[in-house]
């Protein structure tokens, strides 16, 4: 955990949405050129595998909480990551919502398995679930639940 200026917080995060990646990417990009240490992809496909580990834990302890909101967007940070770390596998960066969901639907093609799309559906649902706070309690719960095996297929393809 990183303390920061209040100012320097809100810029990071308002950052970090325009180009559509999360702060922490933000932050080791910011350190590799301040450091003059190059990243590589192996270090990014890390990177990608652990922050995905982090908010599918930071969903969960969500739920236990009781704070669907904030579950559903950690589930969808995981679903993200695990995706793009995969894409960075392949030497593919993604970077956008829309790159992620036309990789997850050529891989779902590729891999001739109907079943990643259908799981990344319910990553999408709770992402929408954050901005709207529509979906019950038992739809999120099963959206993370999928989430989680969506992650756990994934794994195996790295």
């Known amino acids: ?3 920061l200026p209040k100012k320097i917080e809100e810029k990071l995060k308002e950052e970090s949405k325009r180009i559509g990646i999360s702060e922490e990417e ?4 910011a350190l590799s050129k301040i450091l003059n240490e ?3 992809p192996e270090t990014k496909i890390e990177m990608h595998l652990k922050l995905s580990e982090k908010y599918l834990k930071d969903a969960e302890d969500f739920l236990v909480k ?19 770390a995969l894409a960075m596998k392949e030497g593919i960066e993604v970077r956008s919502h829309g790159e992620l969901h036309k ?18 559906f ?11 706070n529509w979906l019950p309690e038992e739809a999120i719960k099963s959206g993370i639940e999928n ?7 994934l ?3 790295l």
């Open 147 to 153: 989430v989680r095996k969506l992650i756990e297929k």
């Open 103 to 120: 990789y997850i639907t050529e891989l779902s093609k590729k891999r001739e398995d109907k079943e990643i799309i259908t799981l990344w």
């Open 26 to 29: 933000l932050i080791l990009e």
């Open 38 to 40: 190059p990243i590589d």
């Open 66 to 84: 009781k704070d669907y909101v904030q579950a559903s967007e950690k589930a969808w940070g995981a679903a993200s990551q695990i995706v793009k």
């Open 1 to 3: 955990m990183i303390i």
């Open 155 to 157: 794994r195996k393809l």
């Open 122 to 132: 319910s990553a999408i649902s709770l992402h929408q679930n954050f901005y709207e």
